[in-house]
């Protein structure tokens, strides 16, 4: 099946610095990439979509100016945690669909944030 | 609006089957999924039904009726490793997926 690497893992970052996750789809082109955050014992929330080229959309009650998505290529996407705060500590995961298909959502393999 | 139910836990022992449900309530539909979920990792691809009906892979199985607003994933023959948390994913009129809150299935030897 298709590939979708991320990156980091996991990323340990001070209160109020900004860290940034790459979502990159290996061998195939995703013209749709999903973010979603996890909290322990808790199921995926999606934060936002993210379109090759036009802004994200996200979901309600996710900060916007706080989560920057950036979808410059047909390969990769951007989450940025900016000014981060003990409280955004999750597991992020994202997701990305194969140009033209409905069906099949590839997961990253998540970055687990843990901000002090 | 959109709902989706499936139990939170559910014990089986090895070797044995367990059928795990979900049913949902939406005005679109293209489909549901059924993920699986390791502590600490990120979902894998089970399943995928948008026809009524039982779509069989190896061990798993999945089942749907669109009428009824009801699917189920059976596993066979259960393993240790099976033990994890299985999402259940509706996909909507806009394509984008609506998650349930996972059953966590633990197995016992």
């Known amino acids: 099946g298709a590939v979708v690497s991320q990156h980091p893992s996991r990323v340990i970052c001070k209160s109020g610095t900004s860290v940034k996750i790459e979502c990159r789809s290996l061998?195939?082109?995703?013209?749709?990439m999903f973010w979603y955050r996890q909290f322990p014992k808790q199921s995926l929330m999606l934060m936002a979509t993210?379109?090759?080229?036009?802004?994200?959309?996200?979901e309600q009650g996710v900060e916007k100016d706080k989560f920057l998505i950036n979808h410059a290529s047909l390969t990769l996407s951007t989450l940025t945690v900016t000014s981060a705060h003990p409280e955004d500590s999750s597991f992020y995961i994202c997701?990305?669909?194969?140009?033209?298909?409905?069906?099949?959502?590839?997961f990253g393999e998540g970055s687990r944030l843990t901000v002090l | 609006g959109q709902n989706i139910d499936q139990p939170t836990e559910m014990t089986a022992t090895e070797g044995a089957i367990v059928q795990i449900n979900c049913t949902y309530q939406?005005?679109?539909?293209?489909?549901l999924f059924w993920y699986q979920q390791h502590a600490g990792e990120a979902p894998t691809f089970l399943s995928y039904?948008?026809l009524d009906g039982l779509e069989e892979k190896g061990r798993f199985s999945s089942f749907l009726s669109r009428s009824k607003g009801y699917s189920y994933l059976l596993l066979k023959e259960l393993q240790m490793k099976d033990s994890a948390s299985y999402l259940c994913?509706?996909?909507?009129?806009?394509?984008?997926?609506?998650w349930g809150a996972g059953t966590k299935l633990i197995i016992k030897p």
């Open positions: 997701s990305a669909r194969s140009a033209g298909e409905v069906g099949e959502l590839f």
């Open positions: 061998d195939f082109q995703a013209t749709t």
């Open positions: 993210s379109n090759e080229g036009s802004k994200a959309t996200y």
């Open positions: 939406t005005s679109g539909f293209n489909g």
């Open positions: 039904n948008v």
């Open positions: 994913a509706l996909m909507d009129s806009n394509y984008q997926l609506i």
